[in-house]
C-alpha cells in the first residue's frame, strides 16, 4: 500500500493521480523560507508500527526535518531524494543566499540524509555531486519516469487549439521560468535560427511569475525585435500541455542544472526532437543518439538547431529514437522495481 502526503499551499483540494490514489494534504507553516506541518506531523507520529518506509522529496524544506526525526525516534526506513538541488554549482558563490544554503546543508540537510536508510539520485552525475557534499548514506541511482502517451494528438489539431499557423517551424520550451534555466539563451540562438528559417515561432511555455527574469525576457525579445516570433504561453496544465507538445517541431532546454527535467523525459516520450544543454545531465541519453547535447553558448545551440532542422529526415529519427529511449529506460515499471529493490534491503 502506498500514501503520498504533501502540503496545501493553495486550499485547493488534490486531484486524483493517474493510479487513483488522492494525495492527503495538511496545512503548512513556513519559517525563514523552508515549510512543515504539524499536523502532518502529529499524524506521522500516529504511523508507529503501521508504515515500513517513509520517502520525501522535500529539499530544504523542515519536512525533511520532521521525517528524520520520525526515522530516528521510530527505527523506520526513511529515503530522500534531494532531485538535483544539492548541485554545488547551484549554490558556489558568495551572495547571501548562496551562503544561507551552504549552512544549511551543513547543518540540517546532510546530517538528516546521513542518517537515512537511502538516498537516491536520478543520475551518476548526481550522485558524485551528493558524495562532493559529504553524503556518506547509501546512494541509489534511478532515474525519473515518464508515461509515454497512449493516443497521440494530431499535429493540425493541436495548433489549431492554440492558434498556431499551419506552416510554422515550433520551437518549444517548457518548464519553470527561472535564470538557472538559461531562456535568455534560448531566445538568443532562436535569433540565429531565424536566419535560416523565417517562419519559425518560439513558444514558451511556464508561469510568468518571476517577475524581474521576465522583464529581462520581454526587453531581450524587443531588443531583438522578435515580437512577432516568440509567443508566451503562460502555465501550461496537464490537460493542455499534450496539445502543446504535439504542436511542436523541437524541445530545447538549457539549464544550468538539472536533477533530470520531468519536461525532457515529456518531450522525448511525444517523439520531439530534443535539444538539451549539459548542465541537463542526459549525457546518458545523448550517447544513446537520443537526445542532442549542445554547449552551453546561445551561438552553438543556434548553430545546432539551424543544422538539424535543414534536415527533417534526421529529425524525425532523433524524435524516434527518442521515443524508444524514454520508453526503454524511464518507464515506471522498471523504475518502480528499483525502489522497491532499495526500499528492501
Known sequence: ???????????????QTPSGLRPRYFPEHSLLGTHWSRRLGEALALQVGNVDVVHAHNTFELLNVQVARF??????????SPHGALDPKLFGDWSARSIKKQ????????????????????????????RAIGVSAPIHVVPNGVEIPSVQVEKVQARQRLGIAADATVVLFLGRIHEKKNIHLIIRAFELVRASNPECLLIIAGGRTAGKYVSQLDALVAQLGLESSVRWLGF?????????FSASDVFVHASESEGMALAILESMSYGIPTFVSRGCYMTRAAKAEAVIEVGSSYVEMGCALSEWLASPKALENLG??????????????????????????
Not at 500500500?1 to 486531484?15: F, K, R, T, Y
Not at 526515522?71 to 530522500?80: I, S
Not at 546530517?111 to 552525475?125: D, E, H, I, Y
Open 103 to 130: 549552512l544549511y546543508n551543513r547543518l540540517v540537510e546532510i546530517p538528516n540524509l546521513n542518517a537515512a536508510r537511502g538516498v537516491f539520485a536520478l543520475s551518476n552525475f548526481e550522485e558524485n555531486q551528493l
Open 71 to 80: 526515522g530516528r525516534k521510530t527505527k523506520t526506513k526513511t529515503f530522500f
Open 1 to 15: 500500500d502506498v500514501e503520498i502526503w504533501a502540503l496545501n499551499q493553495n486550499g485547493v483540494p488534490g486531484n
Open 236 to 244: 501550461v496544465d496537464e490537460e493542455t500541455k499534450p496539445d502543446v
Open 320 to 345: 524516434q529514437r527518442g521515443r524508444s529511449y524514454v520508453r526503454d529506460q524511464h518507464n515506471w515499471q522498471s523504475i518502480a522495481s528499483q525502489m522497491l529493490v532499495a526500499y528492501q534491503e
